[in-house]
């Protein structure tokens, strides 16, 4: 097991590497908790920390969401720094399509009226 840095440092040493959307400190006063927007800047968190081992337990998930939005997840549970981690990310797999001109058109029109 590693020695244990501070909240603080870890803290910045994750910001310095990534960009998560939040990191909790969980109430057993041991662990973590980070999200990413995206697999990708999970991943890339994951390597650029050096915890991207074969062994590294994680996961992955295919759903749809409450309101029938497809979403794919992935999970990883390292040590990083003395510290247990609940890192995951949540994406939407498919995206709206644009606004077809005339819906365009009108929201313009509409935003412009006093």
């Known amino acids: 097991m590693s020695?244990?840095?501070?909240?603080?440092?870890?803290?910045?040493?994750?910001?310095?590497?990534?960009?998560p959307t939040a990191i909790r400190i969980r109430p057993d006063g041991e662990s973590?908790?980070?999200d990413f927007d995206t697999i990708a800047?999970?991943?890339?968190?994951?390597?650029?920390?050096?915890?991207?081992?074969p062994d590294l337990l994680t996961g992955r998930h295919d759903g749809t969401d409450d309101d029938g939005w497809p979403f794919r997840?992935?999970?990883?549970?390292?040590?990083?720094?003395?510290?247990?981690i609940y890192a995951r990310a949540f994406e939407?797999?498919?995206?709206?399509?644009?606004?077809?001109?005339?819906?365009?058109?009108?929201l313009a029109a509409l935003a412009v009226t006093p």
């Open 73 to 84: 997840s992935m999970y990883a549970y390292p040590t990083w720094h003395g510290w247990k």
């Open 3 to 19: 020695i244990r840095k501070s909240r603080r440092a870890v803290m910045a040493e994750l910001l310095l590497l990534a960009d």
């Open 41 to 53: 800047e999970l991943r890339s968190w994951l390597h650029l920390a050096g915890l991207d081992a």
């Open 92 to 106: 939407h797999t498919d995206t709206a399509a644009p606004l077809d001109p005339h819906t365009a058109d009108q």
């Open 32 to 34: 973590m908790a980070f």
